[in-house]
């Protein structure tokens, strides 16, 4: 853990924990991948249902995908980061 001095918004000086800014950028992180991502597997599953040429890997590997999107972040707990189907 490691301990610096930062200031508030009255120019008074406190300790910040590093560990919590870093773990506020990892949520930070993984929430804007989720929601890039989301959108990205909807198209993909309906690629799938249209029978789409554009379609890559299989339908359920896609869903299966958007479930651990939906599962990546769960309050301020970030998990394994899920890996897009290609």
């Given at each position: 853990?490691?301990?610096?001095?930062?200031?508030?918004?009255?120019?008074?000086?406190?300790?910040?924990d590093?560990?919590d800014?870093?773990?506020?950028?990892?949520?930070?992180?993984?929430?804007?991948?989720?929601?890039i991502?989301?959108p990205l597997?909807?198209?993909n599953?309906?690629y799938?249902?249209?029978?789409?040429?554009?379609?890559?890997s299989?339908?359920?590997?896609?869903?299966?995908?958007?479930k651990?999107?939906?599962n990546?972040?769960?309050?301020?707990?970030?998990?394994?980061?899920?890996?897009?189907p290609?």
């Amino acid at each position: 853990m490691a301990i610096i001095t930062g200031y508030d918004q009255n120019n008074q000086p406190v300790d910040v924990d590093t560990n919590d800014i870093d773990a506020q950028e990892a949520l930070s992180d993984a929430l804007v991948f989720v929601k890039i991502e989301l959108p990205l597997s909807d198209i993909n599953i309906y690629y799938h249902e249209d029978d789409d040429s554009r379609k890559v890997s299989l339908e359920a590997t896609w869903r299966t995908y958007r479930k651990d999107l939906r599962n990546y972040v769960q309050g301020s707990t970030v998990g394994t980061k899920p890996t897009r189907p290609t």
